[in-house]
């Protein structure tokens, strides 16, 4: 079966009313609720309330830049991405992710040639090896974020990094949105999907669900969408997805309102059961 998850918007900050939310919106996945490390009790709460529920927590975000070009600036986010895995571990989260940044001044993950080099890799995976190394994880895994211009920016790269990193905590987050780069890659991104799953299966713990859509604007643009309003291949990804052991979670985000979400949410119902795939409810 697959997990569906998402953002919900509400008011509460309970964790049974949150994981029941989660239960009735028809989400057996979350992102994990707002807590940090310095709460032991709400996090046994989380925890608890969401076992209940059988709602697994796929993901705490960090979402900093690791390879910041200040480097007093890079130790601190270092430190706080180190602090979300380890809380990833006590939450009982499939993983932290981040995406690994880039050292372009004042930027948090902004193109810069020095990303996809030869040092750019090596800074990569001894970045990666000093986050796991730090908490050195049981269940968690640590993860980075497909990206266009930074890495892993291709199935390939990704595993070329686990291979490198040579952590079992180190584990793959697929979003074949963040790697559609060119017309030919969007026109036939099944392909491109099937090739992320064959790479990459034993190793992806948690996946992403957008859209992408091409427009005739120059240079070449492409604009992320609502789920099955774009180009994305979803009875592909679905039934990819699907084949993989442990239920691994799919989740839906970057959209603006909880309408959104419902829009998302049931137009991959719809694609699922035309294809005889099961959500976990």
């Given at each position: 079966?697959?997990?569906?998850?998402?953002?919900?918007?509400?008011?509460?900050?309970?964790?049974e009313?949150i994981?029941?939310a989660?239960?009735?919106y028809?989400?057996?996945?979350?992102?994990?609720?707002?807590?940090?490390?310095?709460?032991?009790e709400?996090?046994?709460?989380?925890?608890?309330?969401?076992?209940?529920?059988?709602?697994?927590?796929?993901?705490?975000?960090?979402?900093?830049?690791?390879?910041?070009?200040?480097l007093?600036?890079?130790?601190?986010?270092?430190?706080?991405?180190?602090e979300?895995?380890?809380?990833?571990?006590?939450?009982?989260?499939?993983?932290?992710?981040?995406?690994?940044?880039?050292?372009?001044?004042?930027?948090?993950?902004?193109?810069?040639?020095?990303?996809?080099?030869?040092?750019?890799?090596?800074?990569?995976?001894?970045?990666?090896?000093?986050?796991?190394d730090?908490v050195?994880?049981?269940?968690?895994?640590?993860?980075?974020?497909?990206m266009?211009?930074?890495?892993p920016?291709?199935?390939?790269?990704?595993?070329?990094?686990?291979?490198?990193?040579?952590?079992?905590?180190?584990a793959?987050?697929l979003?074949?949105v963040n790697?559609?780069?060119?017309?030919?890659?969007y026109f036939?991104?099944?392909?491109?999907?099937?090739?992320?799953f064959?790479?990459?299966?034993?190793?992806?713990?948690?996946?992403?669900?957008?859209?992408?859509?091409?427009?005739?604007?120059?240079?070449?643009?492409?604009?992320?969408?609502?789920?099955g309003?774009?180009?994305?291949d979803?009875?592909?990804?679905?039934?990819?997805?699907?084949k993989?052991?442990?239920?691994?979670?799919?989740?839906?985000?970057?959209l603006?309102?909880?309408?959104?979400?419902?829009?998302?949410r049931?137009?991959?119902?719809?694609?699922?059961?035309?294809?005889g795939?099961q959500?976990?409810?």
């Open positions: 079966m697959i997990r569906l998850g998402g953002n919900l918007q509400g008011s509460t900050d309970d964790p009313e994981a029941d989660h239960k009735a028809g989400y057996s996945a979350a992102y994990c609720p707002e807590v940090t490390l310095a709460q032991p709400r996090i046994r709460q989380i925890r608890k309330a969401f076992a209940k529920q059988d709602v697994v927590i796929a993901e705490v975000g960090a979402w900093c830049n690791m390879v910041d070009a200040d007093a600036q890079r130790s601190s986010n270092q430190a706080y991405v180190i979300r895995l380890a809380l990833a571990e006590e939450v009982g989260a499939f993983c932290c992710i981040d995406y690994i940044g880039s050292v372009l001044p004042n930027s948090k993950y902004g193109p810069h040639p020095y990303n996809l080099s030869t040092e750019g890799f090596e800074l990569c995976v001894e970045t990666v090896r000093t986050i796991i730090a050195k994880p049981k269940t968690a895994k640590f993860c980075l974020e497909f266009q211009w930074v890495l920016d291709s199935p390939e790269a990704c595993l070329e990094l686990i291979k490198a990193v040579d952590r079992p905590a180190f793959a987050h979003d074949p790697i559609i780069v060119s017309p030919r890659q036939n991104n099944g392909e491109l999907i099937k090739r992320c064959e790479l990459l299966g034993p190793y992806i713990v948690s996946c992403h669900a957008k859209d992408i859509v091409l427009r005739d604007q120059l240079a070449l643009h492409f604009d992320e969408s609502i789920p309003q774009g180009q994305l979803y009875r592909t990804y679905l039934c990819e997805l699907a993989l052991p442990g239920e691994v979670p799919l989740m839906l985000e970057h603006q309102t909880q309408e959104q979400y419902t829009q998302a049931d137009y991959l119902f719809s694609v699922g059961k035309e294809n795939l959500f976990k409810s």
